[in-house]
């Protein structure tokens, strides 16, 4: 069974430093890409950071480029987000997300979701 369990989250103040984690397990992890996403209290869901399946390249929302960084473990079957100088607007639930699209005669998508991990940037 496919499982995506995210960790690391909790309560920080402005300026502050937190590592979310997210261990997967029931895929082969080394050929889809992850990112994680955030979604706040009446707001929609947002693409945080994006990682390739071999970690050679990323992506990061405008809002996070310089402060936050994604990597990936594939010997771990792990990807990491590391957050530095948070911000109350960075406060939202987590989410990991695993996703690989593949081509036969059509398209077809595989995508994993973990259930989230609480960050709450409060003084």
């Known amino acids: 069974q496919v499982q995506l369990v995210e960790s690391g989250g909790g309560l920080v103040q402005p300026g502050g430093s937190l590592r979310l984690s997210c261990a997967t397990s029931?895929?082969?992890?080394?050929?889809?890409?992850m990112s994680w996403y955030r979604q706040a209290p009446g707001k929609e869901r947002e693409l945080v950071a994006a990682?390739?399946?071999?970690?050679?390249?990323?992506n990061y929302a405008d809002s996070v480029k310089g402060r936050f960084t994604i990597s990936r473990d594939n010997a771990k079957n792990t990807v990491y987000l590391q957050m530095n100088n948070l911000k109350p607007e960075n406060a939202a639930v987590y989410y990991c997300?695993?996703?690989?699209?593949?081509?036969?005669?059509?398209?077809?998508?595989?995508?994993?979701w973990g259930q989230g991990t609480q960050v709450t940037v409060s003084s």
């Open positions: 997300n695993a996703r690989r699209t593949v081509m036969v005669l059509t398209p077809k998508e595989y995508d994993y």
């Open positions: 990682i390739t399946s071999a970690g050679g390249s990323t």
């Open positions: 029931g895929f082969t992890f080394s050929t889809y890409a």
